[in-house]
């Protein structure tokens, strides 16, 4: 079997993807990446290398996701793009005509409109806490609810209490003064959707015109008090598209289907890296007044790359520059 590998290293989540020639998605991998983006890539191969036949032949790699340089590095990519692309081209392959992308991950939400095909305006929300999925994570927690019961219990309510979203702080106390209040847990729930719902609104997609078909992706488009809440909200048919979790992946390995469509052979480096020695470090230069905090990249102890200078200093001794990636 051939075909092209997306990955997508996230705060939250590193998501692999396997695409073949067709278009068709073979393989999904989900994983937590707990503040170590190298081992959970290097998991990830890992387990990719287990699922896909022995002779797969990998035509192509696309990075994306706040890891995206280092994952290009680890890995090999052929291509690395930011993830407002990498999303938009998922979105618009699997949901033909889409105008509206409503994404919301584990610490951040962005939203992204498109007209004919072509990202035409975006925001992204990385401030506050509030609506994303770690937040969600942290009240499942706190209310000892698996989070994949969170949603269903939501669709129970009947009578959504109203909750205070502008904030995370103020959100969790309200929640918890409308529990000594006697409210029950489904309406209490529900609530916090219709209010995380609000608070995306005005702050992310303040000011623009949300269009259908829309799309909600992301980890939290699967709960599904979120989905009815965005739904009531707008008074639109939310669509929630196959692959909603590892979307920026999807993206990713269709960028680097396109980008080989020409023919070459890829730069990946093999499942092997799986196994291979790596480090992340760093230092600061003090050769002149900007000192530059420079990321060095080690294989098997060999620097294989570095990049923060603003000079070129460094990464130029390796002949590394981070658009040739």
């Not at 692999?16 to 999904?28: P, Q, S, T």
């Not at 927690?141 to 904030?167: H, Q």
């Not at 995306?200 to 709960?223: D, H, R």
Request: net charge neutral; glycine share 14%.
């Amino acid at each position: 079997m051939k075909g092209y590998l997306g990955i997508d290293v996230g705060s939250v989540s590193t998501n692999l993807v396997f695409m073949d020639e067709n278009g068709k998605i073979r393989e999904a991998i989900y994983l937590r990446t707990r503040g170590q983006p190298i081992c959970a890539l290097q998991e990830g191969l890992r387990q990719l290398a287990g699922r896909l036949p022995a002779n797969t032949a990998v035509r192509g790699v696309g990075t994306t996701g706040s890891g995206r340089f280092l994952a290009g590095i680890i890995a090999g990519a052929d291509v690395v793009k930011n993830e407002i692309t990498s999303h938009a081209v998922a979105a618009s392959t699997l949901v033909p005509g889409v105008q509206t992308i409503l994404e919301i991950g584990g610490q951040d939400s962005k939203i992204i409109i498109l007209r004919n095909g072509v990202v035409t305006d975006f925001a992204m929300n990385t401030v506050c806490a509030a609506g994303t999925g770690s937040f969600l994570d942290q009240q499942a927690a706190r209310l000892n609810i698996p989070i994949e019961e969170f949603g269903n219990l939501a669709l129970e309510s009947t009578v959504p209490v109203r909750i205070a979203g502008r904030c995370a702080v103020f959100a969790e106390s309200d929640m918890i003064h409308k529990q000594q209040m006697g409210y029950s847990l489904p309406d209490i729930l529900a609530g916090l959707c219709e209010a995380l719902v609000r608070n995306y609104l005005n702050n992310v997609g303040k000011g623009k015109e949300i269009l259908p078909p829309v799309v909600f992706q992301g980890g939290v488009a699967a709960n599904a008090g979120m989905r009815r809440a965005f739904e009531q909200a707008l008074g639109l048919e939310v669509h929630v598209p196959p692959h909603y979790n590892v979307m920026g992946a999807v993206g990713a390995a269709i960028l680097a289907r396109e980008k080989m469509a020409g023919g070459g052979t890829s730069r990946f480096r093999g499942f092997g890296v799986a196994e291979t020695r790596f480090k992340a470090g760093g230092f600061v230069c003090e050769n002149c007044p900007n000192l530059c905090e420079v990321v060095e990249i080690t294989r098997e102890g060999e620097v294989i790359a570095r990049w923060g200078d603003r000079c070129g200093r460094w990464s130029g001794s390796l002949g590394y520059q981070e658009s040739a990636v």
